[in-house]
T-cell receptor, first 112, second 113 residues
Framework: GIQVEQSPPDLILQEGANSTLRCNFSDSVNNLQWFHQNPWGQLINLFYIPSGTKQNGRLSATTVATERYSLLYISSSQTTDSGVYFCAVERGRGSTLGRLYFGRGTQLTVWP | NAGVTQTPKFRILKIGQSMTLQCTQDMNHNYMYWYRQDPGMGLKLIYYSVGAGITDKGEVPNGYNVSRSTTEDFPLRLELAAPSQTSVYFC????????????FGPGTRLTVT
């Protein structure tokens, strides 16, 4: 199956700092999503971004599909941004139709 | 819309017991999925369904069964629970494959002792 690698595995920031999370994937994809898993375990959809750039408040994401990577930018981080950020991709063909392949996530801790 | 709902939120099973995890979506999505998340890991696909009456295995199907009799519901059955099935289980749905976003339920935390 497709390999999804996220970096860094852990990130510790002071409130107000900016950060960039990276997701590399090993094959072409139809779908790429970023999720935030909050401390209660809920998976929250951040972006659906198979290509291009999107922004939502302090968060933005860019996917360069031809180079097989995506970046998630968090600006002016807040303590509520803490949690695990997952990148997940879908190839959308054959027997794995619709399946999301997840990376292992980036654990973000924001201190006040 | 409630989105994707799962019950129960938490459950403790003894080895060898069975149970059904419930999943319901009210978005009229055709595709539904069951994933499990082990500590420190991403999610892995157990089973999925592309419509009522159609299901197929994912990456880690052993020890589980599913059925899909309606568009809305996609229950996951654990038979003869084992400690290796201790995990957090997420149900998800999407309109179709490829170019559609997947939405996740809140998860069920299962412990088998």
């Amino acid at each position: 199956g497709i390999q999804v690698e996220q970096s860094p595995p852990d990130l510790i920031l002071q409130e107000g700092a900016n950060s960039t999370l990276r997701c590399n994937f090993s094959d072409s994809v139809n779908n790429l999503q970023w999720f935030h898993q909050n401390p209660w375990g809920q998976l929250i959809n951040l972006f659906y971004i198979p290509s291009g750039t999107k922004q939502n408040g302090r968060l933005s994401a860019t996917t360069v599909a031809t180079e097989r990577y995506s970046l998630l930018y968090i600006s002016s981080s807040q303590t509520t941004d803490s949690g695990v950020y997952f990148c997940a991709v879908e190839r959308g063909r054959g027997s794995t139709l619709g399946r999301l392949y997840f990376g292992r996530g980036t654990q973000l801790t924001v201190w006040p | 819309n409630a989105g994707v709902t799962q019950t129960p939120k938490f459950r403790i099973l003894k080895i060898g017991q069975s149970m059904t995890l419930q999943c319901t979506q009210d978005m009229n999505h055709n595709y539904m999925y069951w994933y499990r998340q082990d500590p420190g890991m991403g999610l892995k696909l157990i089973y999925y369904s592309v419509g009522a009456g159609i299901t197929d295995k994912g990456e880690v199907p052993n020890g589980y069964n599913v059925s899909r009799s309606t568009t809305e519901d996609f229950p996951l059955r654990l038979e003869l629970a084992a400690p290796s099935q201790t995990s957090v289980y997420f149900c998800a749905s999407s309109y179709s494959e490829g170019h559609y976003e997947q939405y996740f339920g809140p998860g069920t935390r299962l412990t088998v002792t």
